[in-house]
């Protein structure tokens, strides 16, 4: 094993285990990206199982020191806020409530550019950064459109939102809000690691 590989041990809350070997930047992004609270580097150093979606992960906590951490962070994106740019946005995600139950559906921009540009343009004036979330390398904006902003969106969609998802086209004519995220690039910027979920 290299002095840059950290060897690092991974259960999930179904009751399976397994071991990688991690480069020590693949374990920086980790921890930005893990479901610690900041400063998430120093909390990372006081958890022995640090949570990230289903599993668990554990490493010796001393092969990775914060000075090092911090040289990598630096190099990616921050948490500083961004102007909402419509160009660099390729998905957007619609949560709504449906008989008590909460459903997401999402689309790709570019799939339908003329649904992705109307929505975009009656969510601007809610909008709001929440920040850059490291899981998807994306910046993630948010918006919440009432009922007014609905009607319009519902009758400039010409038939698209069934085409998303039919129950989201069926239920928009009663929904009192609807929640809508965007997630944008940061420039060229890619992880430095492929997550599973998104191969």
């Known amino acids: 094993m290299s002095s840059n590989s950290i060897h690092v041990q991974v259960k999930s809350l179904l009751g399976a285990h397994w071991e990688e070997d991690w480069s020590k930047e693949k374990l920086a992004y980790f921890i930005l990206m893990s479901d610690l609270a900041e400063p998430n ?5 006081k958890t022995e199982w640090v949570p990230f979606d289903s599993n668990l992960y554990k490493w010796n906590k001393d092969l990775l020191t914060e000075e090092e951490f911090n040289a990598f962070a630096a190099k990616w994106p921050g948490q500083r806020p961004v102007p909402f740019d419509p160009a660099s946005c390729d998905h957007v995600q619609f949560v709504f409530e449906v008989n008590q139950k909460r459903i997401g ?3 790709d921009p570019q ?3 003329r649904l992705f540009d109307l929505i975009a343009e009656l969510a601007r004036p809610a909008i709001h950064y929440e920040g850059f979330r490291y899981a998807f390398g994306r910046h993630v ?5 009432g009922r007014e902003s609905i009607t319009a969106f519902a ?10 998802s039919p129950v989201l ?8 809000s609807l929640d809508v995220r965007f ?3 940061e420039g060229s910027f890619e992880p430095p690691f492929q997550l599973w979920f998104e191969a």
């Open 105 to 107: 559906v999402g689309f």
């Open 41 to 45: 580097y120093r909390e990372s150093q």
């Open 169 to 176: 086209g069926k239920a928009v004519a009663r929904l009192k």
């Open 183 to 185: 997630t944008c690039r």
């Open 155 to 164: 009758k400039g969609s010409s038939g698209s939102l069934r085409q998303i």
């Open 111 to 113: 799939q339908n550019p």
């Open 141 to 145: 904006f948010h918006s919440e459109l």
